[in-house]
């Protein structure tokens, strides 16, 4: 069963922008370095930008400038917006939490959502 749950998915225009949301419990979420990937078709999971308990953030560079990873502690959710969409975007989006900050690897996360899909008409 998935430990977070992402949403803020669908279908938008190049050049558009979507802000995707990862909900979580409080246990998989507080003190946690939270991370989001991409996993497009036939390629293999990707990292996108990651966010430390405390509020660093640090961002793929070929995403850099086009998103913004935030953090609401009340409501134990995390975002991701991103702006100025592009065909390449089009992936299934996850979050994961409780890995490791500065070494964002997919294999380091331990709690995962089902993804949320994104896909970007040209």
């Known amino acids: 069963q998935a430990q977070l749950i992402e949403s803020g998915g669908g279908l938008v225009q190049a050049g558009g922008s979507l802000r995707l949301s990862c909900a979580a419990s409080?246990?998989?979420?507080?003190?946690?370095?939270m991370a989001w990937f991409r996993q497009a078709p036939g390629k293999e999971r990707e990292f996108v930008a990651a966010?430390?308990?405390?509020?660093?953030?640090r961002y793929a560079e070929s995403l850099r400038g086009r998103t913004t990873i935030s953090r609401d502690n009340a409501n134990h959710t995390w975002y991701l917006q991103v702006n100025d969409l592009i065909p390449e975007d089009t992936a299934v989006y996850y979050c994961?939490?409780?890995?490791?900050?500065?070494?964002?690897?997919?294999?380091?996360?331990?709690?995962w959502g089902r993804g949320t899909q994104v896909t970007v008409s040209s």
């Open positions: 994961a939490s409780g890995g490791n900050f500065r070494a964002p690897a997919p294999r380091t996360f331990p709690n």
């Open positions: 409080p246990r998989h979420f507080r003190f946690m370095d």
């Open positions: 966010i430390s308990f405390t509020g660093n953030t």
